[in-house]
């Protein structure tokens, strides 16, 4: 989503940091990277402990 | 020595692993019921595409649409593109810097997966990093490898290596925590030298889970090639995609996505095959 987002998309978070990109305005383009970061670790981690939470359950 | 290589390469055979399927001998035909698995096996394979292409072209028929083309329309599209020079070469550029990402990510998450795997320690330590570098969309760093190392060709080697190289060190990481440590112990117990050991012992024991990592690095590394294409380069079939998307020839895009698939199909059919015959040899991954 990420992907299309920065090609072929005029909004979303993917869009946002091309646009930074493209405009010299690294604060943002960090910004947004750090976001994208943050929010896929805890997605990732958050699945990490059900997966974790579900494997002690059935011992 | 005689007696320690025989008890070396005993060793993976107490695993109740599936007998290794013998070689016909030179001159030999192929024993019928192997030739006829392999006829079915080749015959499985054409079907799925055959029938994806059947069903292309009933509903591109029915759409019957400018900006749907059939498969003939890509056929002749793609046909059209291998034509033109500046396709040949932004092909070749692709295929080029695929093989060598790919080569770069194999090698170094490799060796990087074996170091860490051999110590229980540094695998626990390094696992969670290495996954979470996995599951970031890499996509969002491609503007910091533009900053740091420009518009060139090694910007998009190294986000290209970057897709590959977790996955192959993850997966061979993990193979290689999971090898049995009797034989390492009966290793050292018996003095063994480390070319023996790798023979004998590593390269059977890690050989599927490689063949495996290769096989998820290769797509993965062409995703990441293809992408920083897309978005900053002169040359290679990403560039030509974006092209064609902005002078909406729908014709030569769909052209280019079959060859596209078709670069990343070929390898990975290969590693396929490569990869159940390990596994049926050495064992599962």
């Known amino acids: 989503m990420l992907s299309s987002e920065f090609v072929l998309s005029t909004q979303g978070l993917g869009h946002f940091i091309s646009r930074a990109y493209n405009d010299f305005a690294f604060d943002d383009m960090y910004a947004g990277v750090l976001l994208v970061l943050v929010v ?4 990732n981690a958050v699945f990490g402990l059900l997966v974790a939470r579900r494997m002690r359950r059935a011992g | 020595m005689a007696s320690t290589a025989r008890t070396t390469n005993a060793a993976p055979e107490a695993n ?8 016909p001998k030179a001159g030999s035909t192929p024993h019928p019921t192997r030739r006829s698995a392999a006829m079915k096996s080749g015959a499985l394979l054409l ?6 292409f059947v069903a292309w072209a009933a509903l591109a028929a029915m759409v019957d649409s400018l900006v749907f083309p059939g498969p003939l329309d890509a056929v002749t599209g793609l046909l059209s593109d291998l034509g033109s020079e500046t396709f040949r070469t932004s092909a070749l550029s692709t295929v080029r810097l695929l093989l ?9 998450g490799g060796l990087l997966g074996f170091a860490l795997g051999l110590s229980p320690f540094w695998a626990k330590v390094f696992q969670t990093p290495l996954f979470a570098f996995y599951s970031i969309p890499k996509v969002t760093l491609y503007p910091i490898f533009l900053l740091l190392l420009g518009v060139g060709e090694a910007g998009r080697i190294a986000f290209a290596f970057f897709h590959g190289v977790f996955p192959m060190a993850l997966l061979v990481m993990g193979a290689t925590a999971s090898l049995d440590t009797k034989y390492l112990k009966l290793a050292d117990a018996l003095c063994l030298p480390w070319h023996v050991r790798l023979r004998s012992i590593l390269l059977p024991a890690l050989l599927p889970s490689v063949v495996t990592a290769l096989r998820i690095a290769f797509g993965l590394t062409l995703l990441g ?9 002169d040359i290679g079939l990403g560039r030509e995609l974006i092209d064609n998307v902005s002078q909406v020839s729908v014709d030569r895009i769909a052209g280019q996505v079959l060859f596209i698939a078709g670069i990343a199909l070929g390898p990975s059919l290969l590693l396929r095959w490569l990869e159940r015959r390990t596994t049926s040899r050495y064992g599962t991954p």
């Open chain 1, 40 to 43: 896929a670790t805890v997605i």
């Open chain 2, 16 to 23: 109740p692993a599936p007998p290794a399927p013998t070689t």
């Open chain 2, 225 to 233: 090639l293809v992408l920083g294409e897309m978005f900053n380069s």
């Open chain 2, 47 to 52: 079907i799925v595409p055959a029938v994806l």
């Open chain 2, 100 to 108: 060598i990402s790919w080569a770069l990510a194999a090698a170094i």
